[in-house]
């Protein structure tokens, strides 16, 4: 599991720490420098290929990677080689850019740009504030830093010497953050970042590294409210904050590295030697499922189990317009391990569902969670039978009919057309799975005065609404898909670009179905249950496309230089579906 903390979960957690003389912010500034050197030899080696992979020099006395050479003050960026150059997997010569702000955020920076002139890095620091780290400042003069004022420079003289930069440390500000970055910082980021975007593709440009997070960032929701800096890798102190997991922002921070301070905040990733878990009543405000986590949540069958067991899921999906979302619903149920599933709707598409999948049965009876709307618009006429179907569902999972006439309440997915026939309070076991434009629609009819940019700004704040304001557990579909349900919220990163296509989310709904079924009575007993299993579909969902599309590697080293992964190819939805066999049993053998 991985888990994000706010930045207030973050003091409280540093606070003891520091009250006891720990020295957090050596470990940050050590542990940042340390990622700084690894990335930039790595740059050159790939600048020059075949090269030997390792930095030159072994570890000095500081711990550090590659050659020490002390420079003296005055050594400034005329004394170090052009980007590129030096020998491979040399460090010495490169040169880094620090961006430093008022803040501790600042300090780490200043601390690890001292490290890295020690290492022999032609290091300026570019400082945004008229006052900033003190002892920082101090240590990275006495390393032989540059230093400069976005006071005394012009702003297009500093984005120069960036774009001659081999790195770009950002540590304007962390999490003592608010709102979005102001002058002078504000206007160097929205130069620096106008000027990278304006690069032709593929044309060198420096590695840009952010300190805790993104400058500019909403640390804990993830909102982009202003100019930020796009990094390459985020080097991040203690834990994950929210937005570093969390749609949009999350796409600002390239590869995330949390660096153990020994904080205790219960994140299973960190490395090194940290307090045991400890988790504040409140718990993480983001959580995302890795592949152990839902191999946990699986309901495997047994000897003693048959079909009825395991779990029957019924879907009401498809129109004579849209049968082949029937197709891919059923397809997803039935290849996600369903006891059964149990297809309703018009003849003619029964009778295609039916010649792809023998399996499905047609006929009514009871189930253990239903999947509704895929394929349905709920607009037309000629979908009415579809409409009354879904009505009839809703009205059972909602507890409107009473169980004497229902058979009691299941679980429910439900998604497009179905989500805007939702007209009562729901439990947490029903999933409505809307993307950004349904949900949209959905606010908008209850009375929320919010467009698609409003929600795709701020997808955390409008995903938790929506399940204040229905009950429901909510997943907002994305390439970050966030789920809001009772017992908090998750962001799951886990599919290609590829898998947005026509008929994906119908076969993720179908895959929905036959999690909630096969752990139905758990569903409705624990409100909890269902945002994990929607998160567990959704990961399923991303390893099934990744397969079929033939990349590799996980999601962030995929975004990162030089790690050797694939970015894959094209995929359709009913490849997906095909594919679900094969990616449970990989999360079940720990693959
Ligand atoms: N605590 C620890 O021991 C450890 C902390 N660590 C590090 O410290 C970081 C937190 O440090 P921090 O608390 O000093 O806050 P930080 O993020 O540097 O920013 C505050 C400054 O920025 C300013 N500012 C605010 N918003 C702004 C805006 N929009 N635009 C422009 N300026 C803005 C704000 O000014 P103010 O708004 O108060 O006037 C204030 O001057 C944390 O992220 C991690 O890197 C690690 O070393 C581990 C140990
Ligand atoms: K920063």
């Not at 008022?102 to 400082?127: C, E, I, K, S, Y």
């Amino acid at each position: 599991m991985i888990e994000a903390w706010t930045a207030p979960d973050v003091r409280a957690a540093e606070k003891p720490l520091l009250a006891a003389g720990e020295p957090l912010m050596s470990r940050a500034a050590h542990a940042l420098a340390a990622t700084v050197l690894r990335d930039v030899a790595a740059r050159r080696r790939s600048l020059a290929p075949g090269s030997p992979p390792r930095l030159r020099g072994g570890l000095g006395s500081d711990g550090l990677p590659g050659e020490a050479a002390v420079r003296g003050p005055g050594a400034g960026r005329r004394g170090a080689g052009a980007r590129g150059a030096g020998a491979r997997g040399d460090v010495r010569g490169a040169r880094a850019v620090l961006l430093v702000g008022a803040g501790n955020n600042g300090g780490d920076t200043l601390f690890a740009g001292a490290l890295l002139a020690r290492r022999g890095l032609a290091v300026t620091a570019v400082l945004a504030a008229p006052r900033v780290h003190d002892a920082g400042l101090a240590a990275l003069r006495a390393a032989g830093g540059r230093v400069v004022s976005l006071f005394d420079v012009r702003v297009p003289v500093v984005v120069a010497e960036v774009a001659e930069a081999d790195v770009v440390l950002d540590g304007l500000v962390g999490i003592g953050a608010h709102g979005v970055l102001r002058p002078p910082a504000g206007g160097l980021v929205r130069a620096l970042a106008d000027a990278r975007a304006a690069l032709p593709h593929g044309a060198p440009r420096p590695w840009v590294v952010a300190v805790d997070v993104p400058s500019g960032i909403g640390v804990d929701d993830g909102t982009v409210a202003g100019p930020v800096l796009p990094a390459d890798r985020t080097v991040t102190f203690g834990a994950l904050k929210p937005g570093l997991v969390l749609p949009p922002a999350v796409h600002l921070a390239g590869i995330v590295e949390v660096v153990d301070l020994g904080l205790g905040l219960g994140d299973r990733r960190v490395t090194g030697g940290g307090a045991p878990g400890r988790s504040p009543a409140s718990g993480p405000a983001v959580r995302r499922l890795e592949a152990r986590d839902v191999a946990a949540l699986l309901r495997v069958p047994g000897p003693r189990d048959h079909k009825y067991t395991r779990g029957v899921v019924g879907v009401v999906a498809g129109t004579e317009a849209f049968p082949g979302a029937a197709v891919l619903a059923v397809s997803g149920a039935a290849r996600a391990g369903a006891g059964m599933v149990r297809y309703l709707g018009p003849e003619s598409v029964g009778a295609l569902v039916l010649g792809r999948r023998p399996e499905v049965v047609t006929t009514g009876g009871r189930v253990q969670s239903w999947v509704l709307g895929p394929g349905v618009p709920a607009d037309d006429d000629a979908a009415d039978d579809q409409g009354r179907r879904i009505f009839g569902a809703l009205a059972a999972v909602t507890g409107l009919l009473s169980a004497d006439v229902t058979g009691g309440a299941v679980p429910a997915v439900v998604d497009a057309g179905a989500i805007e026939l939702v007209e009562h309070r729901c439990p947490p076991s029903v999933v409505i799975t809307p993307h950004a434009g349904e949900l949209t629609a959905l606010m908008q009819r209850l009375g929320h005065g919010v467009d698609r940019a409003g929600v795709e700004a701020e997808p955390l704040r409008w995903a938790r609404a929506a399940h204040e304001a229905t009950g429901a557990t909510v997943l907002l579909k994305g390439s970050v898909t966030v789920i809001a349900g009772q017992d908090g919220v998750f962001a799951q990163a886990d599919g290609p670009a590829w898998l947005a296509t026509a008929g994906a989310g119908d076969v993720l709904a179908g895959l929905l179905g036959t999690l909630l079924a096969s752990r139905s009575a758990d569903v409705l007993a624990r409100p909890g249950l269902a945002a994990e299993l929607a998160a567990a579909a959704v990961l399923l969902h991303g390893r099934a496309a990744w397969a079929v599309s033939g990349g590799s590697g996980d999601a962030q080293a995929r975004a990162g230089a030089g790690t050797g992964a694939r970015a894959g190819g094209p995929v359709v939805a009913l490849d997906v579906a095909d594919a679900l066999p094969a990616a449970i049993a990989d999360v079940l053998a720990g693959a």
